[in-house]
Nanobody, 115 residues
Framework: QVQLVESGGGFVQPGGSLRLSCAAT????????MAWYRQVPGKRRDLVAT???????TYAASVKGRFTISRDNIKGTVTLQMNSLKPEDTGIYYC?????????WGQGTQVTVSS
């Protein structure tokens, strides 16, 4: 089990950038994949980007080319660089860490893209 704390959300105008960070504590050696999800009110939590051990990152089609996920396995951190933000990127972003027998979530951080 790990504990996750996100930071970096906020308000930005369309076309702007934000960087989300997530720090894991606990048994970070047991993490296989880390990811970011987004949820808007009344909708399910959708995968934005993920980076499993030994694999290339994968992205939702809607963010490909604009968002970049990066992970530091030793530090247990994952970041999401979000560029060219659009109003439809608005939502609560959750950090996720998964291992063979667990899946943990952060508390979420709000991202609002609006003019």
């Amino acid at each position: 089990q790990v504990q996750l704390v996100e930071s970096g959300g906020g308000f930005v105008q369309p076309g702007g950038s934000l960087r989300l960070s997530c720090a894991a504590t606990g048994r970070i050696d047991r993490i296989w994949a880390m990811a970011w999800y987004r949820q808007v009110p009344g909708k399910r939590r959708d995968l934005v980007a993920t980076v499993p051990d030994g694999h290339q990152p994968t992205y939702a089609a809607s963010v490909k080319g604009r968002f970049t996920i990066s992970r530091d396995n030793i530090k247990g951190t994952v970041t999401l660089q979000m560029n060219s933000l659009k109003p439809e990127d608005t939502g609560i972003y959750y950090c996720n860490a998964a291992g063979l027998d667990f899946e943990n979530w952060g508390q979420g951080t709000q991202v609002t893209v609006s003019s």
